[in-house]
């Protein structure tokens, strides 16, 4: 074995333990680093533009109109005209002497009348549904919408043996008797000549004055991020996205107008409601009924259209499950599509409830009009 080693070798060992040395002794160059951006609270994703909210969870085919601040009351009709429309709508001579329209309509309980079912001079199969906010309900009047105009649904409650008994064609003659009326009709008319049309009108004209209040949700909507409370945020979260529920009450006034089957179609009387099949005749609106919308529906119970579910947790239950048919209940027709068992816990299904608290507005001081 060769003990000497050329000299040309030595110095190349020795470089080569000194560079090692020297690059144990400095530290690796470190990769930059990316600081992660942190996650948007709920808050943070809601207060922004609805436009920039998080994606609501869209059924097909459904019109996509996102939740809204209430608009103002495109009404402009003259106050003489509103004035005797509120006369009409309060006076019982309006029907047949004993009921109004506000003995089912009562302002002071968000115009409805807090019954199962509405109660005029007979007992009616359905529920009251509240007056708030009717001008966009023009063509889909009644809970089946067989009424396309208020005319034809003003007359209709009028004439109506088991709600005000009264008699259209009746009407004018009748109060063309009673000085005061005569003085109203032509404050609004500007002639005396009385007809059923322009006494149907005026009422139609009061009615489409009556509005909801503003809400903790308007105020939202409009750029107060602070109106909606924690639980309150995570139901408005619920309801656009796992819940569904802005499938069917979507827009301004919470409703698509459509007409679905939720089933529930026994009336008080045991029958069975045909909902809008009875107007239409079709046989795919059998069981059907309008989307009611959601304003001050924490203040509108009873709900569905016979009244027959008594709390709002009740019935956010149930369409949790998917519409389970309850104490005889039962579907006539098809059951729709949209109804699904969405399987939420209670605690989503409190929020959703709590949500659906800040569409609740105050009543309207609504005072009753000195009758002629």
Not at 71 to 81: A, G, H, I, T
Not at 134 to 160: M, P
Not at 185 to 198: Q, V
Request: glycine share 6%; net charge neutral; proline share 6%.
């Amino acid at each position: 074995m060769n003990l000497y080693l050329p000299k040309q070798v030595i110095l190349a060992t020795l470089l080569t333990t000194f560079l090692y040395s020297c690059s144990k002794g400095k530290s690796s160059p470190e990769e930059p680093t990316i600081t992660p951006t942190p996650e948007e609270t709920l808050r943070e994703k809601y207060s922004k533009s609805s436009a920039q909210w998080p994606v609501a969870e869209w059924y097909k085919n459904i019109e996509i109109r996102e939740l809204a601040a209430l608009p103002k009351n495109p009404s402009n009709d003259k106050v003489e005209l509103i004035a005797l429309g509120k006369a009409l709508f309060f006076d019982p001579r309006t029907g047949n002497g004993l009921k109004t329209c506000a003995s089912c309509h009562n302002p002071d309980t968000y115009w409805i009348d807090q019954k199962t079912t509405a109660d005029g001079i007979a007992l009616h199969h359905r529920n009251t549904p509240s007056m708030e906010n009717v001008w966009y309900l023009e063509g889909n009047l009644f809970h089946d919408g067989r009424a396309k105009t208020y005319r034809e649904q003003i007359a209709e409650a009028i004439n109506s043996p088991i709600e005000m008994g009264g008699n259209t064609s009746s009407l004018s003659s009748k109060l063309m008797s009673i000085p005061g009326y005569v003085d109203l009709y032509e404050s609004a008319y500007n002639n005396k000549n009385m007809t059923i049309e322009g006494l149907l009108d005026a009422i139609a004209a009061y009615s489409k004055s009556i509005s909801s209040g503003e809400t903790a949700f308007d105020r939202f909507v409009q750029g107060d991020y602070q109106a909606l409370n924690d639980q309150q945020l995570e139901g408005l979260h619920l309801f656009r996205t796992k819940g569904k529920c802005i499938n069917c009450h979507n827009g301004p006034y919470f409703t698509d107008l459509d007409f679905h089957n939720l089933g529930y179609a026994v009336t008080n009387k045991g029958a069975l409601d045909n909902g809008r099949f009875e107007s239409s005749k079709l046989e795919s609106d059998k069981g059907k009924f309008r989307t009611p919308g959601l304003r001050n529906v924490t203040n509108t119970a009873p709900y569905m259209h016979n009244g027959s579910i008594a709390t709002l947790s009740e019935l956010v239950n149930l369409l949790s499950q998917g519409m389970p048919q309850k104490t005889g209940q039962q579907i006539n027709g098809i059951l729709s599509p949209h109804i699904q068992n969405l399987r939420l816990s209670s605690k989503e299904q409190e929020n959703i409830i709590a949500f659906l608290a800040s569409l609740s507005s105050k009543p309207i001081k609504n005072d009753r009009p000195i009758l002629p």
